[in-house]
């Protein structure tokens, strides 16, 4: 097992021959990850790995779903209240590893295995013992502890994902230490509390009361409350905020409407229909919300959660069975944009798991809005056939500034690097493709890939400068994001 | 006319120079077809074709479709009550040859004049005549005879589709005849049960009742006369069922709503609102009947037949104005995969003529569930750049496993090698640019192209092992499919 | 700045070559433009254009909406009361040159700088003056009027876009005028009459009246006066109308709803759903009318126009906030089409800015209907790779001869040579795709080539046969198209 140094890199020769060259320029660039689900105790406490089925099978639910989708329960690979060994667990991987072919999950881990843990053994049936073995031994060394591989990846910057009541205490600490290079900065993530019609919805808003001392047993309170852990989180280095939902619509609701719907959420015997237009009021308000306090707003919508309800009430949620919806965003968006679309304030990040809309809604919203940017291909579409389709139907309506850079969005912390480098060759040999059809300039396209790496990702994300690049302002960071 | 032995293979010389190893190992493999629309009783009467036009364009609806387009009426190519002699018909091809250009059809003409029949002469206005004669002189000869071209084709399994109310007296004699070389076996479907609002619905009931006996004047006898006509299936070899549906819907009534509406069908004045939740909780019943008896559930969805009307009162149905819909299935089968989607015992395998749904709905359920398969590319989508197409969509989210192999779904025998053909070229180019690009190894490649043709659709359609593959246990296939 | 003379035909060395040559046969042929926007007063009036800003950046929405997604100020590009001088507007465009990479904007504006005006330095910041004053100094220059540009392009026909109430005045004396080498033909487009719920109908409704001296008080007088203009526009030399609508659908109503919506609409207090419902009966009537004169039907379908009201109410209409909705044609259509789908005098081209539609509902529906055409791709998908996706979407379903031919669609007078120059190339190197990968002869690819700017576009649209062409009789082009 040894990934080729061409990789990805294009099919015709002078494509691949080019598209080399500038990735050579961006191989070793910093990584920004603007967003992600790694855990923040993870690098505070540093504990090491405990196995390898821990690191790379059973928190993953790209690869849980595909031995799922092979016949094996979820069960044996260590979800729920599993009592598999994880040395099985890992052996039902190489076992199936044949069924990864093709997929960007195979290619991750290869990468992974190979580049970071330095394994030429590739995983099968019979090989799995010994890379048990090989990768344990491994994991029992300083070196593969949390925070020693992220500084090893090279990583400038981590956003992670929060809930609004986290305290940020691994955060703070984490900024507060002089040992830790990489900027790891919080992201403030809201979904919990937009749905009247969630279980947990009550218990939630009794959390965020007690952490603000502002009751949220009234709609007005939870606004103010969300509103003061923006800033809380802003003083922690947040620069951005996700939201999850389930469609993209942001529909506001009178101030009256809102909190009868919430009162009733609290007392039991809302319908569906009015936790929907909750929620929809809530993206409005969080949009109006980015727009005062410069938070840039990543939207992820479209996905079905929990489509399979027995695996969700045996294993809880995140266990493969979220699927991508119908996604428009034009119509959806629209009152939200008409309210603060051109304010230079605000900025919206679309991602899409339906790819009809990279072309019909995302181009054309980013390439007349300013305010908003189509955001990397996220999920299902984080392979190399989706995002070259992506770049595709993206660039000739909105270019390549309107873009957000590549985007990680993943909780395994050691396909960290391998995506990035997938995203870093698919873009150069994108480029390469464009000049050799004589579209673009060679010297154009070093600079837009040195961009999409660096420049690009701290403007969209405001980040702020990299010390390392050149002191030309940018046009797309505004001095002061606030007002 | 002399098609290349490199076509389809791929443009860059790389690719096409693995592709053409790789189509070399699966070239010469006996075909599988699981899906398609060959008549049983042409195969038992073993009647010669009477001529050219009769074989190669009035009954086939993707050519008659295309001469349509062009201003050519159906009537003078044979449809309905025409008396269009089958010379002018066969002009009329010959004479539009030109407006195939790019097509699939002329594609699979060309090579099946070619290959089959061992013509060179290409068609056109002047030649007509003359192919005309050179073709039925063949069709004169025992070697053209549907029984001995189907054992020239080498095919292995050829699944034909059966109404319910089908004796399958001519699969019996078919299996019975020692002559006959390929397994040739029927395929459930019940569509013509299924909605109310059907002018022949009655009718088609009381056929059902009388040759089961079981009373399907009622709801529950109707299922349970078609619980019992899929056992007599099973027992003339069947092992998957087919329905063809606008959408797929699949929701469950209450017995007494479906009984009611029942009634109402039979009584008349069933609102057309009705006859769809009928036909919805009956591909749900369908369904969970597939789950007991393990019949392989093949759902194709999303097609709006008899577009226009005139046409359909003229020449009936089939006549090239089925059209595609827009279709999705992840919200749609919801509610079935929720009760049987981790049965073992189950298996469903999606078709769509709406290639959205390839990224958005097919592959993220095949990539979960362990019953549901990617169906190949269907109808308007069965041609080299759609195939290339689903292959992008469908690979990354759900590897190859989870896709049926192909399916040529077709009436025209003599386009079955020249479909399984191509298909076999645009995969071995598939995997060929997987393997240059370096994303998958020759040896993968190798097995892969090898398992599309055999291991694959033997074990999605439960078709049991070949004897001349290899001895290894296929975890797709249950040891027994019924519980 | 010099663009490459391979530039979009093909990556594969074995296409380009074979693209160059298919390429050259098409380089030279004349300019067919069925469908545009360039103003008839322009070309007979043929004063210069007075600033290289007031020609290639204020006008074109292409243009400023990029600019405008990049964060500059409609007002500073000229757009509505701007007093911003033409040298800043020209020197916004020079500085974000670099925004523009990968869009087919830049493209077509540097192709019209050196191919038309034979400028070779590159936009920048530090080259904006140098180059206002050489393109300012071309200007002024009688072969840079309009009239001469148009000429030096070598357009054989030229159709505009022009408003029933239109007394085509401009066309009358275009056409007497023998110094204009050019046909330049209107096209009806009755927008502005279809939708009561539009603040400018009344008055519009009266000018017809006043026009036409036909009483459009009534739903019946508005019918009468546009077939009255259609055949003004007959008479004026119009081959095709042309109908820009929020869907496809074409739904008749009674006289009698059809009537009362209309006086609602004038009286005041009319529901938006009536106006809906109004607006798509006018479509199915207009289809109606096309059926009787013979003049093709254009349909460009699915724009959600002035997204972002406080631009339009700043700048007005076409400020680059139209973007893309859902679209679907099949069952909109169905109604219309089973009325007049296999009328030989009818005649529908369908456009669409949903890339879906391609595949799924535009290419069965021209693979079976006589009267429906493929269009060109349009607005956001006139560029370079979406060109090749609607290609590889459409050919297999409907061949060559059921799609238009290119469309520039364009009121940006110096892109027409480009726009219909990335055309020829694109359609030069999908050819050769085909015949590199053996699907298609060289002899058919030139062949096609050829059609596709000449006979297929003059056919679709009926402009007769050209005096060049050979005299081959086209089935496409019916001898006499009113009945």
């Known amino acids: ?43 505070e406490t540093n504990r090491p790995f405990t196995d390898p089925a821990a690191l790379f099978v059973t928190p993953d639910h790209y690869v849980t779903r595909l031995l799922h989708s092979s016949g094996i329960e979820l069960d044996s690979l260590g979800l729920g209240d599993s009592t598999t060994p994880p040395r099985e667990i890992w052996r039902a991987l190489c076992a199936n590893w044949r069924r990864f072919a093709g997929t960007p999950v195979r290619y991750w881990l290869e990468d992974a295995l190979t580049r970071v843990f330095g394994i030429t053994l590739a995983p099968a049936a019979d090989t799995a013992d010994e890379l048990f073995d090989q990768l344990s031994e491994r994991l029992s060394q300083p070196a593969y502890r ?3 591989l992220l500084e090893s990846f090279n990583v400038d910057v981590l956003a992670t994902t929060d809930d609004p009541s986290d305290s940020l205490e691994h955060h703070r600490r984490l900024a507060a230490d002089d040992a830790v290079a990489t900027r790891i900065i919080p992201t403030f993530r809201a979904d919990a509390y937009m749905s009247p019609a969630r279980r947990d919805w009550p218990e939630r808003l ?55 719907i919430h009162k009733l959420g609290l007392a039991g015997g809302l319908s569906r229909r009015e936790s929907v237009f909750y929620r929809r009021n809530m993206l409005f308000q969080l949009g109006l919300m980015a727009a005062e306090d410069g938070l840039v707003m990543q939207l992820h919508a479209g996905v079905i959660r929990n489509h399979h309800a027995p695996t969700y009430n045996r294993f809880g949620p995140d266990t493969g069975h979220d699927l991508p919806a119908v996604t428009t965003f034009t119509e959806p ?26 072309s019909r809604d995302i181009a054309p919203l980013a390439g007349f809005y300013p305010s908003v940017y189509a955001g990397a291909p996220w999920w299902f579409l984080d392979a190399p056939a989706a995002v070259r389709r992506y770049r595709a139907a993206v660039t000739e309506t909105a270019g390549f500034n309107k873009t957000s850079g590549f985007i990680d969005d993943t909780r395994a912390l050691c396909s960290i690097p391998s995506r990035h ?8 040999r994108y480029l390469a493709e464009l ?7 060679e010297q154009d396209a070093h600079a837009i890939a ?34």
Chains 1, 2, 3 share one sequence.
């Open 206 to 260: 009794e959390q965020l009361s007690a952490v603000t001392g502002i009751d949220c047993g009234s709609y007005h309170g939870l606004l103010d409350a969300l509103r003061n852990r923006r800033e809380h989180f802003k003083r922690h280095g947040a620069t951005a905020t996700d939201v999850g939902v389930t469609d993209a619509w942001a529909t506001p609701l009178s101030d009256e409407q809102a909190e009868s």
């Open 435 to 441: 000049v050799i059809d004589h579209q673009l300039s």
């Open 450 to 483: 040195k961009a999409l790496v660096s420049d690009i990702p701290r403007a969209v994300f405001r980040l702020g400068r990299s010390p390392a690049t050149s002191p030309d302002p940018n046009p797309d960071t505004p001095a002061s994001p606030t007002p």
């Open 333 to 358: 968006l629209r009152e939200l944009l008409n309210q603060v679309g051109t304010n230079p304030n605000f900025r919206i990040v679309l991602f899409t798991v339906d790819e009809t809309a990279f």
């Open 421 to 428: 480098d997938m995203s870093r060759r698919l873009d150069a």
């Open 1 to 43: 097992m040894a990934p080729h140094p061409d990789r990805l890199l294009g099919i015709d020769p002078a494509v691949r021959a080019l598209a080399r060259e500038l990735y050579a320029g961006t191989a070793d660039a910093p990584i920004i990850s603007p967003h992600g689900h790694v855990s923040p105790e993870l690098l």
């Open 146 to 148: 949390p925070r020693e």
